[in-house]
C-alpha cells in the first residue's frame, strides 16, 4: 500500500541549485498526454520535448559536472573491470593506470553511479515528483520508487554503446521499470554525427526476451531479423537542453560512437525508476543477470530477501497518486 508519508521531502538547501528551481522539482508537473502514454506502451520509449527550462538543465550540469569529477577515477576503475575483472580494477591507483590497462580497447563511456546519494541537488533532480509522475504515467501505475541514477560521459573517440536491456541488469522480477534519459549538452541529430540514443521498437513486448539472450552484452544478434527490417534504427533526432528520452527497462537500445573531433564529451544523466511494490528476483538472481550496474545495488540488496518487495531507503518512494 502505497503511504504519502514515505516520500522524504526535498531540500531547499540543495547547494549549487537556485531556490526557485528547487522548489519547482519538489512539484508534479501535469505529466503527459494519453497519446504519449499509448506511443510509450507500443514502441517502448518517447520524448518528452522542453520537459525542463534550458536554464534549469544548465544549473543542474554545473552540480553534476562538479560531482563526476570528485568520483572519476571510480568510474575509470569501475571500466576496468568490466573488461579485466574485480581484482585488476583493485590494482588502478590512478587514472593513468586505467587509461594504459585500457589502451587499444574500445569503451563507450565513462559512468558515475548514484551521485544522489552524494549530492543534495542531484538527489532534488532525482527524487522530483516533476519526474516520478510521468514514470508512473509512462508504467500506468500509481507510485514509483528511485532506483538508480548514472550519469554517462561519452568522449570524443568513444565507441558506440552496445545494444543492450536495462532490466538485464538490474535485480528485480518485474516489467514495470523506465529510465529518464536527460542530456545535460544538447545532443545533435544523428545524422550530424550525434550520438543520442537508439531503439528497437517494439522490443520491450517481446515475450522471451530473458531467454533468447543470456547476457545481453555478449555475442551479435541478427535484430533485423528478429525483428524486422530497419527495426534497429529508431531515434528522436536532435534533443535540446530541456529535452529528455524515455526507454522502457526491457527495450532493446544502444547508441553511436562519438565523434572524435568533437570538443566536450556527450554528457547524460540516466534516472531509472521502477513500479513501488515490485519484487526482487529470486534467489538465482546472480546467475540469471549480469552484473554491470552491481555497484549501484550492492549496498542494499543484501537487506532484501529474494522474491521479496523491493522496499528500501535507498529504493526511496518519489511519487504516489495521492501526492
Not at 43 to 65: M, P
Request: hydrophobic fraction near 40%; charge should be negative; glycine fraction near 8%.
Amino acid at each position: 500500500t502505497l503511504q504519502e508519508h514515505e516520500i522524504a521531502p526535498l531540500s531547499e538547501d540543495a547547494s549549487g541549485l537556485p531556490r526557485q528551481l528547487v522548489q519547482q522539482l519538489n512539484c508534479p508537473s501535469e505529466g503527459v498526454s494519453l497519446a504519449t502514454q499509448l506511443e510509450f506502451s507500443r514502441n517502448g520509449h518517447v520524448c518528452t520535448r522542453g520537459l525542463f527550462h534550458a536554464s534549469e538543465i544548465s544549473s543542474i550540469r554545473d552540480v553534476v559536472e562538479a560531482v563526476v569529477a570528485e568520483s572519476e577515477l571510480q568510474a575509470w576503475q569501475w571500466t576496468v573491470r568490466s573488461f579485466f575483472g574485480e581484482e585488476m580494477a583493485r590494482q588502478m591507483e590512478d587514472v593513468y593506470d586505467c587509461e594504459e590497462v585500457l589502451d587499444g580497447i574500445p569503451v563507450a563511456f565513462l559512468q558515475h553511479f548514484n551521485l544522489w546519494r552524494r549530492s543534495a541537488a542531484v538527489r532534488c533532480l532525482t527524487h522530483s515528483p516533476r519526474l516520478g509522475k510521468v514514470a508512473a504515467q509512462l508504467l500506468g501505475v500509481s507510485g514509483t520508487r528511485l532506483y538508480q541514477d548514472s550519469v554517462f560521459v561519452k568522449r570524443p573517440g568513444d565507441s558506440s554503446t552496445r545494444w543492450h536491456a536495462d532490466l538485464h541488469m538490474a535485480p528485480f522480477d518485474t516489467n514495470d521499470m523506465v529510465t529518464c534519459w536527460l542530456p545535460l549538452r544538447s545532443v545533435p541529430a544523428q545524422v550530424d554525427g550525434g550520438s543520442g540514443l537508439t531503439f528497437v521498437s517494439g522490443s520491450h513486448r517481446d515475450v522471451a526476451m530473458s531467454f533468447w539472450r543470456q547476457n545481453p552484452q555478449l555475442g551479435v544478434v541478427n535484430l533485423e531479423e528478429r525483428y524486422g527490417e530497419g527495426a534497429a534504427g529508431d531515434h528522436h533526432g536532435a534533443l535540446d537542453l530541456g529535452d529528455a528520452t524515455w526507454h522502457h527497462g526491457w527495450i532493446v537500445h544502444g547508441a553511436p560512437r562519438q565523434k572524435d573531433n568533437d570538443t566536450v564529451p556527450r554528457m547524460a544523466i540516466a534516472i531509472a525508476y521502477i513500479a513501488d511494490g515490485v519484487r526482487i528476483r529470486g534467489d538465482d538472481t546472480e546467475a540469471k543477470m549480469d552484473d554491470e550496474d552491481r555497484r549501484s545495488y550492492e549496498a542494499w540488496l543484501s537487506d532484501l530477501k529474494p522474491g521479496g518487495i523491493a522496499k528500501h531507503e535507498l529504493l526511496p518512494l518519489v511519487y504516489s497518486g495521492c501526492n
